[in-house]
Every structure is written in structure tokens, then in C-alpha cells.
């Protein structure tokens, strides 16, 4: 026994003396803890811009994961100030700016040139775009392909098993959209037209998914041969081989968005990661390593996107003028009530 | 009944040294209830704190809204599907614990082994491996197909009976090993007594074994009846968004409601559904069994 004791005391101290010099050696450069989603995505972000961001500032990279603004939400609420930077999707973004979960973001205009103007606040930017995509199984739909949201409704052309989000965000717009609303027109939302037309939709569901990973999955299983699903899950379950073809076509489009989480202690090395990830040629990276869109309207000048690369993105497709940017605006103060409706509505 | 009881209850002998001996046990018991009451009475208080407080003043204003609108039909649902799983995890834990019962000794534990490996499996694994049994190009469906028994694929998935499925079979465990153990303290020689007065196996089945093994029976029942009302996992992934529970409610209003109030004031309804459940079960088993012991 007093033996073991002896070995776990000496393992102790060597384990307090690699601490100390531990901390000794990172002293000399500061950490930066930045959260994302997770998952592969985390690491194909990694690489395009975290990584080289925080070696352009000089910071060492921790990373960590969140999901949504409930997250944050918990994390501020906690008195918390381990966490810095954190990527979320637009309407938890605007929920986090209203919910005094963000601090300032301080940047300059010069800093964010080339980032289309709605995405900029005064506490986050958006950084990159993402489509909704009208997505199906090529072996279900042998022919005629679909094209439009107004395809999904048409049972009788394209028949087969269907899915929704099982959230309201992208399912109102898509509603609305194939009902006959010009992109233009969209917002504010008519919720109860939109509803309406769901309702008719409502008897050809078989699921609604609650993440792109289960959302993919059911397309492989062959569970589900048409959803709307967002383009970087798309284009990977392509790359893995899933027979898929999906539509540019009236694509909604919502961002990710970089912020400062409330308080934070490294508010400067923060707004200089995110003014780096912003700047265009490091924005345009991310072409590179994920099947999202950068948001600087200029990342497509640097050179940076290979061609194939560039003629994929959805928002320099020809159908651009079809498609629509979801208003996260609109939808942060109404999230609740309408996630809750929606769940209740496809609950009946 | 109670004379029955009464023969397996221990002597009533208080010596000092067994005096000392429970004090010493729940001496024992502090770091547990100090952990316990830290980490999870706390944190229930405060849940509970914050459910009374709506915009910053003490109000029932979160309850008033959790049992509005379409909730007062989910809870409906989540206390349906919850009673459905029971009473098919109830008629399926007797049989089976008896069928175990009945086995010889080595046997009865490779049977109780098969039980528990699922009941270690993570419920999330073992819910993902019914929705792949189950989905339309599924085993049970191309089976079916495959037989020519049916033409169209059957919907067991993203429904209310998928879901039940799901849910019995990940906790149909717990119903089996209260019974089980209730069984296994039965005194066999009862049923014995009871054939050698002439007392057919079923009447001696009836009147002896069955009544006997009902506080374990209860038991059981009411822990799958319990945890069947606050199951997230299997109805967010077996009912596909279309079976909408109190535990996927919680979740949602977590997630989009800046207030935690909100989530907790659901919380805390589910907490006293299940407390009122459980008071009552232990009411009527007291009611019915009088002194009889049971776990």
C-alpha cells in the first residue's frame, strides 16, 4: 500500500512541475477559445480559417463546440468568461445581439469591406452563406427532375416519400415560396398563409429531421427520395457517392456569423480573428474546405476558389435572382412562438 | 395477506450493538446525500425558483402559459404513449420473468444476461437500431415485401407505434428485474402448501404466487411508467417530429426561449405529474398489501 502511495505522490508532483512549466511556455502566447458546430465541419473550418487566423495574430487556438444560442445563452448566464469567439447561424446570432449575450465587435468599415452590409451589426458579421436546397434521390425520380419548391408540393408529377426541417426556419420561406411568393416579397413572412400551405403538404411527410446529419442519413437509407437540405451536407453526401441531385433554384440562403461572446477576457485578439477571417482572401478559403459559400463578395476576386469550386456556390449560380436570404432579423423575436406552433402543427 | 407477510419479517430484536450498527450505516450514507443534495436539490431548486419568476416578478405566468395553447394536448400524449409503453412492458415482463423463474438456476442467469446487455447498450444505440428495423426499406419491411405478405411498405417508423416500440423495448429491462427478484424471494414452499390442500396450479398461481410477486410487479411498472413520461431520446428520433412529448417540448422551449423560466415551469409540471404518480402507486400498493415490504 505505502509503496503505491509513494509512486502516486511522485506522479503528482512530476504532474504540478509539467503544469508549471507548461504554463511557463504558453505565457509566451496567449490562447484564443473559439466554439463552433462540431463535427467535421468544425475541422474543415479549422483549416480554412481558424487555424491560419490565429497564427496571423499570434494566439494558440483552443476551440470547443456549441449548438445554438441556448448554449451562449447558458454559458453568459454562468458568469463565464472562458469562451471568446463563437460561430453560430444567423438567427441565433440576432437572438444572442438582442439577448445582450454579445460584446461590441468594434471593427471598422475598412476592416469588413466586401461584406455585403445586412450582414454587419454592431455585434456580429456574417462570414458565410449557405443554401437550402431542393434536394432528391436520383433513383426515385427517374425523367423529370424537379426544379422548384412548387415541384416539392406536386405529389402527383414526383411522387415518393418526403421530409421536412423540424424547425420553421427555411420550412416558412419554402412554403411561402412554393405557394407562389416573389423573392422579393417574402418578408415580412405571411405566417398564416404559409401554414396553410403546409398544411397541404402535411399528409406526404413521412419525418422531420432535426439535424443535416439525420437528414442525410434518411437520403442514403433511401428512407426519404426529396427535402429541402442545407448545400454542404449536400454536396458531401455526394462526394461520399449517394446517387442525389438537387436545385439552385429558389436556394434560401442563411449565414453563420462570428461574434464575441460576453465576457470575454481577450476582446482584442478576438476582433482581430474575426477581422482576419472577414478580410477576403482568407474569406474565401473556406470555398476550399467546406461546400459553403464565403460571405465577402469579393473572395471570389482573390484567385483563392478554384473554378469548379466557384461555378458550385449557390450564389454565383445563373438562378441567383430565384433565390432568397433569410431575414434573421425578422425571425430572432419570433423564433419561439413559431417553433413552437410549427412543433405543435406537425405534432397534430 | 398480511399474516403471509408477516412469516418472512425478521424477529424484533433492538440490541444496542444493532442501534450502533445503523448509526454507523448512515453515517456511511453523508458524502452520498451531501453529493446528492449539491448537485441535484440545489440545482432543482433553483429550477423551481426560477418558474415563479415571469418578467421579473413572482407570478404563476410561465405555468399559465405551459398548459396553454396545444401543451395541455402533448402532455395528453406524453401521459398516452407513456401508459400504452407500461402496459405493453407489463405484459410482456411477467411472462418473461416467470419463463426465467421457471429455468434452473444457471440457466436463469445466461436468460437474465441477455436481458441486461441491452439494458448496458445505450438507449440512443439500441433507438437507432429499431429505426433501422423498422423505416420503410427496413428488415421487418423488405421482409414483409420480400414474402409477399404486403405490397406497400408498412409505416412503423415516425409514429406513435414505432415510437412505443422503441420505448418498450429499451425499458422493458427494468419492468423484468424488480419482478424477477420479487419472484425469486417468493417462498416456494407456499405454492407447495397450497397444491398438497388440493389447490389446482392455476388457483395456486392466483391466490399465492401472483399475489405475492405484485409489489415487484409494481415496482417495475411504475419505474417504466415514470421514466416513460420524461423520454426524450426515442420519441425525437423514432417519432420523427410527428410525436411531440413533454421531454421534446422542454427541449424546444430550452432552446428558443431567452427565459429559462419557461422550460422550467414544464419541468417542474412533469416533476409533479411524476411525483403524483409515484404517490399514488405507492398509496394504492400500501392500501392493497398493508404491511408487506417492497422495494
Not at chain 1, 246 to 254: F, G, K, L, P, R
Not at chain 2, 146 to 167: D, K, S, V
Request: aromatic letters at 10%.
Amino acid at each position: 500500500m505505502s509503496h503505491c502511495n509513494i509512486g502516486f505522490s511522485r506522479v503528482l508532483v512530476c504532474a504540478a512541475f509539467a503544469l508549471v512549466l507548461g504554463n511557463g511556455a504558453t505565457q509566451a502566447q496567449e490562447s484564443l477559445t473559439v466554439l463552433s458546430f462540431g463535427g467535421n465541419f468544425q475541422e474543415q473550418v479549422r483549416d480554412a480559417w481558424y487555424k491560419p487566423a490565429a497564427d496571423k495574430i499570434g494566439v494558440r487556438l483552443i476551440q470547443d463546440t456549441l449548438t445554438t444560442v441556448a448554449d451562449l445563452r447558458a454559458h453568459v448566464q454562468a458568469g463565464s468568461k472562458s469562451w471568446d469567439v463563437v460561430q453560430m447561424a444567423g438567427a441565433s446570432c440576432e437572438a444572442a445581439r438582442q439577448e445582450g449575450l454579445l460584446e461590441n465587435l468594434g471593427l471598422t468599415a475598412e476592416q469588413l469591406s466586401g461584406i455585403p452590409p445586412e450582414m454587419v451589426t454592431d455585434k456580429y458579421v456574417g462570414v458565410l452563406r449557405y443554401g437550402d436546397l431542393l434536394t432528391w434521390n436520383t433513383t426515385a425520380f427517374k425523367g423529370r427532375a424537379p426544379s422548384t419548391w412548387a415541384d416539392f408540393w406536386d405529389v402527383k408529377t414526383f411522387p415518393g416519400t418526403r421530409a421536412l426541417d423540424a424547425r420553421p426556419t427555411f420550412t416558412l420561406e419554402i412554403a411561402l415560396l412554393a405557394d407562389g411568393v416573389k423573392p422579393g416579397e417574402l418578408y415580412p413572412l405571411d405566417v398564416e398563409r404559409a401554414f396553410r400551405k403546409l398544411a397541404e403538404i402535411k399528409p406526404h411527410i413521412t419525418t422531420y429531421y432535426t439535424n443535416g446529419a439525420i437528414a442525410t442519413q434518411l437520403l442514403k437509407d433511401g428512407e426519404i427520395d426529396l427535402m429541402p437540405l442545407y448545400e454542404n451536407r449536400v454536396y458531401e453526401a455526394i462526394r461520399e457517392g449517394v446517387p442525389l441531385g438537387y436545385s439552385q433554384q429558389q436556394a434560401v440562403n442563411d449565414i453563420n456569423c462570428l461574434a464575441i461572446a460576453k465576457g470575454s477576457t481577450k476582446i482584442e485578439q478576438a476582433r482581430r480573428f474575426i477581422a482576419a477571417i472577414a478580410e477576403p482572401s482568407m474569406n474565401a478559403r473556406l470555398a476550399n474546405h467546406t461546400f459553403s459559400s464565403p460571405a465577402n463578395i469579393r473572395a471570389t476576386e482573390t484567385g483563392v476558389i478554384g473554378k469548379e469550386r466557384l461555378t458550385q456556390l449557390t450564389l454565383s449560380s445563373e438562378v441567383a435572382a430565384s433565390q432568397v436570404t433569410m431575414n434573421y432579423q425578422w425571425w430572432a423575436p419570433r423564433n419561439r412562438d413559431l417553433a413552437l406552433r410549427y412543433k405543435a402543427f406537425i405534432g397534430q | 395477506m398480511t399474516s403471509l407477510s408477516g412469516a418472512g419479517s425478521r424477529p424484533t430484536r433492538t440490541s444496542n450493538v444493532e442501534k450502533r450498527d445503523r448509526l454507523h450505516s448512515a453515517l456511511l450514507a453523508i458524502p452520498a446525500l451531501l453529493l446528492v443534495v449539491l448537485v441535484l436539490m440545489l440545482p432543482l431548486l433553483w429550477l423551481v425558483l426560477r418558474s415563479f419568476q415571469y418578467e421579473g416578478a413572482l407570478s404563476l405566468g410561465h405555468y399559465a402559459n405551459a398548459i396553454a395553447g396545444p401543451n395541455l394536448g402533448h402532455l395528453g400524449d406524453t401521459v398516452s404513449l407513456a401508459l400504452c409503453v407500461t402496459a405493453a412492458a407489463a405484459l410482456l415482463a411477467y411472462p418473461t420473468s416467470y419463463a426465467i423463474w421457471l429455468l434452473p438456476r444457471r440457466l436463469a442467469g445466461m436468460a437474465l444476461l441477455f436481458i441486461m446487455l441491452p439494458f448496458f447498450t445505450s438507449a440512443l444505440v439500441r433507438t437507432y437500431a429499431w429505426l433501422i428495423l423498422l423505416q420503410r426499406r427496413g428488415l421487418i419491411n423488405s421482409f414483409l415485401i420480400g414474402n409477399g405478405l404486403i405490397e406497400r411498405p408498412l409505416q412503423l417508423a415516425y409514429n406513435f407505434l414505432g415510437t412505443g416500440i422503441g420505448m418498450v423495448h429499451v425499458l422493458l429491462p427494468l419492468a423484468i428485474l424488480p419482478l424477477y427478484a420479487a419472484m425469486r424471494s417468493v417462498d416456494t414452499g407456499l405454492v407447495r402448501a397450497a397444491a398438497s390442500l388440493g389447490a389446482s396450479p392455476a388457483r395456486a398461481f392466483w391466490t399465492i404466487f401472483f399475489p405475492l410477486t405484485m409489489p415487484g410487479f409494481i415496482s417495475g411498472t411504475v419505474i417504466v411508467f415514470v421514466l416513460a413520461l420524461g423520454f426524450y431520446i426515442t420519441p425525437a428520433i423514432l417519432g420523427g417530429g410527428r410525436v411531440v412529448v413533454w421531454a421534446t417540448l422542454i427541449e424546444t422551449t430550452a432552446v428558443y426561449d431567452p427565459d429559462w423560466g419557461a422550460a422550467s415551469a414544464l419541468g417542474v409540471l412533469l416533476l409533479a405529474v411524476t411525483l403524483a404518480v409515484l404517490s399514488c402507486a405507492s398509496l394504492l400498493s400500501r392500501r392493497v398489501f398493508g404491511s408487506s415490504r417492497h422495494a
